[in-house]
């Protein structure tokens, strides 16, 4: 199939792998962090560790829209859609995010009514086939969704649908790359750097990372044969003793972002003094709100948000597995109270989580793979 | 295919890392608990629990299985089995298949079918991957206030031919009407029962190491043209439903072919489902090749779009085969030879290792786990 096989080529992953591999030191270990969720699902659903020389580590890195969603914003959003004549829609992802009471999906049981959908628009469709109704879009995501959430606020404004207001969960990248960078636990070498929210903000945010922090960046696409060039880009830069921001996903990403989405961000959308991240805590200025023009679509003016802030459980790690200091498997409950049928983290439900793709797709070590692919790497 | 399974290089361990010996006991901790007896955690019941994956499992085996223990109900293969005793041939027993199925598609009508023929194709099948020949049905219908009659007589009609092209009859049925809103338009049960041949023994339990797994056709039409037919994404595919009797292509198996082992209809949860079936029930390991499996390019198209990998999106006129390694080339032809199996693949082999898992290669050369889902699969967000 065009446009998908040309980039899941294992004769040209072959070539990478053993470039990748003469490109390591003798001695060194290399971490290099993937910090968008949707790297994390590729790495391990098209089994691409596969291909790295034990040297190099991947880390999970904490770009996995709903795993950032702490508990409290669950509970409220539940609070919302059990609120008279309210309907409430959200991505497919946030159906089975454990709040304190249950996730969505249970929420739907005792009988409020939230509906999945694939485009923010989508709602608006909804809150015009049901005038009598309050529809209420829980939106969240990184700078790749926000700019959906403002079109369809414009949208709502421009048609004059006044039974439309958004719960607003947007967060932004660069504080929390930052926080991981100024955490103390973690060496990391480079970056995989995320490829949809550069569509967006483009590459220049990341220059602080290259010259501030002396970590290479490569923004990467989502394809396997993508970050496997990623990962040779970094690798580079590292034998160079270089420490730059390089854009392999030239082909979708514009080096300064895409302006009339960040225009629309900008109109309908500015930054919270504060938010709390799950397993993170309150990060300063990592996540949008609704501007006061747009007061009339914002469900925290319209409705009575509890704002309930509900502790980690105890037993979850998902903050250290979100900064990558640990390793899913290595979470004292992963997979066996905490798994994709019972989630505990918020890790374990989406198919971005590092916990859910490692425990759905990654749960074996390599002397348990029956067929072990051999690759003999080429050193020089 | 066969070969390049079997030219593959045995096992070489590549990654020893310090904390390799950790990780595996972690890994075999999962396992111990993924082996638990279920428990059913949810105080109501939710979508999950009716879209085939890991909750439905437990929601059967928490509450049906543990009310109606018996060892007809324990195997849980798509039809029960029943000897039949001092009756049949010679007064030496015959074996009687018996299945059951209720139809809640929506829409009612989509490209390649209707709930209708759905509803006996979905049960002839069941009978037919028990080995049994279908014999004969029963329909009961559920209607909601208001619902059309031009529309039900269009159902009852691809029943009716349905019924003809799998050379079963509808016996005996039953009619309930609900009140407005209290149902979606139209729902159908319908219940088979079929006649096993002497010395049929199929079961994903028989599964062996070394075994072939065959599928018969392009898999995940019908999930993805029911997706886009309930018309809330927005996508047009040239796709249809493969809704077809599979009780032909079975027999014509069965009788050429004697060393399948098991068979069966991949239905709600799709391909991996199955093949997780076979790993649990059989205590084998399950390899399968990405690239072996046939999947048509709308369908590829549909599920990378959504963000949902088609060996878990529902089939309705393909099957499943474990057969002995050796009948597996014969398998496959004999297959290929009937329309309905034209496109059959031999996917993978069943592995003595390791035990309950299903393992891919993929395409690209990785290798990865294939877990069950735990309810359906849900669209990711970017």
Known sequence: MRFVDEFRDAEKAHALAARIAGLCEPGRQYKLMEVCGGHTHTIYKHGLEDYLPESVTLVHGPGCPVCVIPM??????????????????????????????????????????????YSPLDSLKIAKANPDKRVVFMAIGFETTAPSTAMTVLRARAQGIKNFSVFCNHVTIIPAIKAI?????????????????????????????????????????????????????????LHEDRSEVENQYARVVPWNGNPVALKAIGETMELRPYFEWRGLGFISHSALKMREAYADFDAELLFAVPGVRVADPKACQCGEVLKGVLKPWECKVFGTACTPETPIGTCMVSPEGACAAYYNYGRLTRQRVPEAISIELSRP | MTQQLASTPPPRPRRVLSTGDREQQVLDRIERARRRRPKLREERITMSHGAGGKATHTLIEAIFLDAFRNPLLEPLEDAARLPMKGVGEAGGGATVALTTDSFVVSPLFFPG??????????????????????????????????????????????????????????????????????????????????????GVDLGVANARPGD????????????????????????????????????????????????????????????????????????????????????????????????????YVACEGR????????????????????????????????????????????????????????????????
């Open chain 2, 319 to 382: 099957l499943v085969a474990v057969v002995d390694a050796g009948q597996a080339a014969r398998a496959l032809a004999v297959l290929r030879a009937h329309p309905l199996g034209a496109q059959a693949e031999i996917i993978g082999e069943v592995t003595a290792e390791p035990v309950g898992l299903v393992t891919i290669k993929t395409a690209f050369g990785g290798t990865r786990i294939v877990d069950l889902l735990v309810g359906d699969p849900l669209p990711r967000i970017c």
């Open chain 1, 72 to 117: 409290g914003r669950v509970d409220d959003a539940i609070h919302l859609a059990s609120e008279p004549d309210v309907i409430m829609t959200s991505f497919g992802d946030m159906m089975r995010v454990p709040g304190s009471n249950g996730a969505f999906f249970d929420a739907n049981a005792r009988g409020t009514n939230i509906k999945m959908v």
């Open chain 2, 113 to 198: 079918g209707n709930i209708g023929d759905l509803a006996v194709n979905g049960t002839v099948n069941d009978l037919a991957v028990a080995g049994a020949t279908p014999l004969y049905l029963s329909a009961g219908f559920i209607l909601e206030e208001g619902f059309p009659v031009a529309d039900l007589t269009r159902i009852v009609a691809s029943m009716r031919d349905a019924a003809a092209a799998a050379g079963v009859a509808v016996v005996t049925g039953d009619t309930k009407v609900v009140e407005k809103g209290k149902a979606d338009g139209c729902y159908i049960n319908t219940a088979g029962v079929g006649a096993v041949a002497a």
């Open chain 2, 212 to 311: 072939k797994v065959l599928v018969s056709g392009p898999i995940g039409d019908h999930g993805v043209t029911i997706m886009l037919a309930r018309g809330e994404l927005d996508i047009e595919a040239d796709v249809e439903s493969d809704t077809a009797p599979l009780a032909e292509l079975v027999a014509g198996l069965l009788g050429a072919v004697p060393g399948v082992r098991a068979l069966r209809d991949a239905t709600r949860g799709g391909v991996a489902t199955i093949l997780n079936e076979i790993a649990q029930a059989a205590d084998v390991g399950v390899f399968i090749s990405e690239s072996a499996i046939p999947v048509r390019d709308q369908v590829r198209g549909a599920a990378e779009l959504l963000g949902i990998d088609p060996l």
């Open chain 1, 181 to 237: 960078l100024d955490s103390p636990d973690l060496r990391l070498d480079g970056f995989i750097g995320p490829g949809h929210v550069s569509t967006v903000i483009g590459c220049r945010p990341y220059e602080f990372i290259a010259s501030g922090y002396g970590k290479p960046v490569v923004v990467a696409g989502f394809e396997p044969l993508d970050i496997l060039q990623s990962i040779y880009m970094l690798m580079l830069q």
